[in-house]
């Protein structure tokens, strides 16, 4: 079948994965040797070495999303469960290349590529095993381009919130952070409060959209009469409720800083749950 992934993009895929966790090991090893010898050797090639990885990874990446959409003929993007986990693990590590090109910001890929490396893990595993089928129509277009698209939002915005959390804490047990370019707090506050505002408007067009294909009386509702007690529904709910209140920060002092940032993790957590969830539950 042309919609499972085959056993060589997989292979591709696998490869991939270890690829990326050589960079984010490298990136671990530059920020360890910045600390002793910012300007010294070891730290240069950690840096090279990681970023080299990055590239490599994310081609590898963009070429099974090629390979697999060739095979089963169609190109357009969010079409099955593989090619959509691929999609999203490939843009958030292109916004780590071009933010690492434009605006340097040191750990940006120790903190997101955890996140690419767990889609990656989730296409092997749902792309294979239950390929997802849709009916194609404007709202369900909308709806699958608005909630992938938040979710990115609100990964740039978890990650960033992890590490607004973690220069905090050195803060506050009074150790620097090694070299130049990781970023003032406001930055990342800024950053978190910009990813939330363009991911909150992306989910509340999904919640809406998802809403309108349920309720629509022509089609058959294949969540059941009790759909709003269904877990893909309360917890994109719920992490909408969560990025409400960290939109709602700057008039509110109370929610600034490490709370924004700590509500900012927890609702992508919510966020990577209700993609789960969605794996588990009928796609039309």
Not at 53 to 73: D, E, K, N, P, Q
Request: proline share 5%.
């Amino acid at each position: 079948m042309g919609d499972v992934p085959s056993t060589g993009q997989l292979s591709v895929l696998v490869a991939a994965i270890a690829v990326l966790l050589a960079a984010l090991f490298s990136s671990l090893r530059r920020w360890r040797a910045e600390s002793r010898d910012p300007g010294g050797a070891s730290a240069f090639s950690s840096r090279v070495l990681a970023k080299g990885c990055l590239y490599a990874g994310t081609i590898l990446c963009v070429g099974v999303l090629f390979w697999h959409s060739h095979v089963r003929g169609i190109w357009r993007p969010l079409e099955d469960n593989f090619g959509a986990f691929l999609w999203l693990a490939v843009l958030l590590a292109l916004f780590i290349i071009y933010t690492q090109r434009a605006h340097p910001l040191r750990g940006l890929d120790f903190f997101i590529l955890p996140v690419v490396l767990l889609l990656l893990a989730l296409a092997i595993v749902f792309g294979k095993t239950k390929p997802h089928e849709y009916h194609e129509t404007t709202w369900s277009i909308v709806h699958r381009v608005t909630a992938y698209g938040g979710f990115v939002a609100f990964a740039i915005a978890g990650a960033v919130g992890g590490m607004y959390l973690f220069a905090t804490r050195r803060l506050r047990h009074k150790k620097l952070l090694p070299g130049q370019g990781f970023g003032s707090l406001e930055r990342l506050e800024h950053i978190t409060f910009l990813s939330v505002t363009l991911g909150f408007a992306l989910l509340t067009v999904g919640l809406v959209t998802g809403l309108i294909r349920v309720l629509d009386p022509r089609r058959p509702n294949s969540l059941g009469p009790d759909w709003y007690r269904n877990p893909k529904v309360v917890l994109a709910c719920v992490a909408w409720i969560v990025y409400a209140l960290v939109l709602h920060s700057p008039i509110n002092p109370a929610f600034r800083g490490r709370r924004t940032a700590m509500l900012s993790v927890l609702g992508f957590i919510l966020m990577i749950g209700t993609f789960v969830a969605v794996q588990f539950m009928p796609g039309k």
